[in-house]
């Protein structure tokens, strides 16, 4: 008999799982971000000297470096080599993922109550390169709650280089997210992505998930509503209450 379908339910990471706090918020991500910089191109910089939230690490790396002088055709054919700089750096460091981050109120217990559902496959859609989203999750005592095997949506997935609509490159990544689940899982019925800004509601629309948007990140709930008007959008105040959440989802 074939398997049930399956609901797949993505998360991004920052300001949607979790939040950055404290001096050293996110430090070790963006510690990897700059080490990518000084190792391949010599470059004594950090990710705030462009605004970054919502995009992909790739896409970051590339605007960074476009603010540096150096030229998109350029910053593109590094990529892959600051990108490895990114992640050679992150695992020997990998024990200090969670300085600086948090679980979001509520996170912990959604994705147990999701993980109890035998057809709701949850996984992550995100910029982070795929090592740090897990490393991340690992390192906030969450790793295990997403189905298995993992699947999902990462930085290092894909890169147009398009930075001026970086929703374009997230759209693609759930779309690989959900070609990945109908390789682990089997057929894929319904799919929702959960996301803290304008970009996740985005890319969902245009792959074909129904967005569920958080204000817990820099958007507010207003903001995130005026994203899609006519499009079938939910937005909530946070993930605190699952039976809302999974309400939304029909599970």
């Known amino acids: 008999m074939p398997n049930p379908p399956i609901t797949v339910v993505s ?7 979790i939040h950055s706090v404290g001096q050293a ?37 590339v605007m960074v470096l476009e603010h540096h002088g150096i030229s998109k ?5 590094k990529l892959p080599e600051v990108n490895a700089a990114m992640l050679e750096y992150f695992a020997a460091h990998r024990d200090q993922a969670a300085m600086g981050l948090e679980l ?4 912990k217990q959604l994705l147990t109550r999701l993980q109890a559902l035998p057809h709701a496959a ?15 999750m690992e390192k906030l005592g969450v790793l295990d709650l997403f189905t298995a095997p993992r699947f999902g949506g990462f930085g290092s997935d894909f890169c147009s280089g398009n930075t001026a609509e970086s929703w374009k490159d997230r759209a693609e990544l759930v ?12 057929h894929v019925a319904k799919r929702f992505h959960v996301g803290d800004t304008p970009m996740d509601i985005k890319a969902a629309i245009d792959a074909g998930a129904v967005p569920i948007g958080v204000s817990t990140g820099i958007y507010s709930k207003a903001q995130l509503e ?24 029909g599970l």
């Open 11 to 17: 998360f991004d990471v920052d300001g949607t799982l």
């Open 104 to 107: 979001l109120p509520g996170v």
């Open 25 to 61: 918020a996110n430090k070790l991500h963006k510690d990897a971000f700059a080490a990518g910089y000084k190792a391949v191109f010599g470059i004594d910089t950090n990710i705030d000297v462009v605004a970054h939230h919502g995009s992909t690490d790739p896409l970051i790396n």
């Open 175 to 186: 779309r690989l997210a959900a070609a990945k689940c109908e390789k682990l899982h089997g």
């Open 73 to 77: 055709d350029q910053a593109m054919a």
């Open 122 to 136: 949850t996984c992550l859609v995100t910029g982070n390169l795929e090592p740090i989203g897990w490393g991340k």
């Open 226 to 249: 005026a994203v899609a008007p006519g499009q079938q959008v939910v937005v909530l105040e946070s993930l605190e209450d699952a039976d809302a959440v999974l309400g939304a989802m």
